[in-house]
């Protein structure tokens, strides 16, 4: 492992020598077939597992959050999509056959290889989960790793070299750099193969358009604004804690938090009446059974005190909460009487507040749930399931839940990712890890007569090919 150092952040120098270093490690990784490099991914596997307790320290002592908090919202999706990619990614990039019409004389498959080394940049909000996931789906497709961890939560991230190396894998192959937008502007420019960003939208459109300058492709895990919509025969109980667990956990700061809530009229008594119990269940603190945890994104809590202030100036009612509670908590929210003219409905509030707004109907939903720039995750609450996975198929997203939320985060054969300003490529899944790979096209001759039909001097005249098209393409 290497990493820089605690004080300065990484010049465009020290990303270079990260960069070589990684590719030197990665030729060595990738002389392995995926099926070989599954030791290596368990040996990662492992070394999580037994540095779970660690983990959940450095993690709580770097962001405020409790340790259940560190176990459920870090430590065990890491595991979950260790095992995962130790199980499956050998066989999500094994060669695929595919049928060679119309050139039957053929043999046509295409391969998935490393594209080299990948630049990883992670967020604060799960410093841990978030470097880890895009860095092991990296090595599972075979690239090296520099990752750069958000300058608010560095220890958490440089956690991942520790555990590959503690696993073994090849000197070099995992490289941190430290540092705030400067490095990871380095990075982007620096000679990775691949950049996995996960982090706001502005920085993704900035990184987007660097990256773009030097043809590197990307993978942007961007920010959400998840619409919550409540049909008219939902189960009112379940919604209100499925919502107040889904604005609630890590205190909101979640780009999958649930952030807006539209409920059908017949259906809003009944979930406003719900909510005083839901809420029963959360606290501004890191209580083990009822915190949500601490506000603890740098200038965060100030974010989420203007957009409900804002939102209270412009008419809407506090229902609950609303206050910050000493440093850094603030308390479990529910604004009532919100529209769309305010920003709590329209940017990312990324803390525990739930703006329920009242709609006429099912469309009156829908139209607003999709009125925003975001596509992140969005969910349905139903009595039916036609009725459910008919609003789930218009609600623009990448993920979708129906009578849930959050949950498709924990399900590592998900693809994961969004639409419009959350970004674009997928995490998760074969689609993850396709997208560290180059998809390279290869066909073969099954015959080999000495000239092709169509090779030069060409036999047959317009005519012929004509005919031959009709044959194939039909009239
Ligand atoms: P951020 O955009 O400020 O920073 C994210 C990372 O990018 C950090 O490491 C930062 O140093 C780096 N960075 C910032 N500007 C950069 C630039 N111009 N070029 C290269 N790197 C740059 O985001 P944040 O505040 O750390 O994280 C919160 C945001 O992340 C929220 O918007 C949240 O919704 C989003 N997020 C998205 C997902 C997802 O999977 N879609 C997951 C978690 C968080």
């Not at 696993?167 to 705030?180: F, I, S, T």
């Not at 059974?289 to 100036?313: D, M, T």
């Not at 039909?453 to 004509?466: D, I, N, Q």
């Amino acid at each position: 492992m290497s990493e820089t150092g605690p004080g300065e952040p990484a010049g465009a120098a020290e990303v270079a020598a990260a960069v070589a270093a990684a590719r030197r490690g990665q030729e060595v990784w990738a002389s392995l077939t995926p099926w070989e490099r599954r030791d290596g991914l368990r040996a990662v596997k492992r070394a999580l597992v037994s540095s779970a307790s660690r983990i959940v320290e450095v993690v709580a002592a770097e962001t405020g959050k409790g340790p259940l908090d560190a176990v459920e919202g870090e430590v065990l999706p890491a595991a979950i999509h260790a095992r995962y990619l130790a199980r499956t990614a050998h066989l999500h990039l094994a060669p695929r056959r595919l049928n060679p019409q119309p050139m039957l004389t053929r043999r046509a498959w295409v391969e998935y290889r490393p594209r080299g080394v990948a630049g990883v940049i992670s967020p604060w909000n799960f410093p841990f989960f978030l470097s880890f996931q895009p860095a092991l789906t990296a090595l599972a497709a075979g690239c090296g790793v520099v990752l750069k961890p958000s300058s608010a939560t560095p220890l958490s991230g440089a956690l991942v070299a520790d555990l590959t190396e503690q696993a073994g894998l090849p000197d070099g192959l995992v490289q941190v750099v430290r540092g705030g937008a400067d490095t990871g502007r380095a990075l982007v420019a620096g000679g990775v193969d691949v950049v996995s960003f996960t982090g706001s939208s502005a920085a993704g459109r900035e990184v987007a358009a660097l990256a773009a300058a030097h043809l590197v492709p990307t993978l942007l895990e961007l920010g959400g604004k998840h619409p919550m919509v409540v049909l008219g025969d939902a189960d009112p109980v379940r919604a209100a804690r499925g919502a107040v667990w889904g604005a609630c956990f890590n205190a909101g700061q979640a780009c999958v938090a649930v952030e807006r809530v539209y409920v059908v009229a017949e259906a809003y008594e009944g979930f406003v009446a719900a909510l005083p119990a839901a809420l029963s269940n959360v606290a501004a603190s890191t209580d083990p059974a009822r915190g949500i945890g601490p506000v603890f994104g740098p200038g965060q809590i100030e974010v989420v005190e203007a957009q409900v202030a804002a939102a209270l100036a412009a008419g809407a009612t506090l229902f609950a909460g609303g206050r910050r509670v000493g440093e850094s908590f603030y308390e479990p929210t529910v604004l009532l009487g919100v529209d769309h003219s305010m920003a709590v409905m329209r940017e990312e509030t990324f803390g525990p507040v739930l703006p329920v707004m009242r709609v006429a109907d099912e469309e009156e939903a829908i139209a607003c749930a999709n009125d925003s720039p975001y596509g992140l995750h969005a969910s349905v609450w139903a009595g039916g399931a036609a009725a459910g996975r008919r609003v789930a198929a218009r609600l623009r997203a990448g993920t979708v839940a129906i009578n849930d939320c959050l949950v498709n985060y924990g399900i590592p054969a998900l693809p994961f990712g969004g639409m419009g300003d959350s970004g674009w490529g997928r995490t998760g899944g074969a689609e993850g890890l396709r997208a560290f790979s180059h998809t390279v096209a290869v066909t073969e001759a099954r015959v080999r007569p000495r000239r092709e039909a169509y090779w030069f001097p060409r036999r047959g005249g317009v005519g012929l090919r004509l005919r031959l098209l009709r044959l194939l393409a039909g009239r």
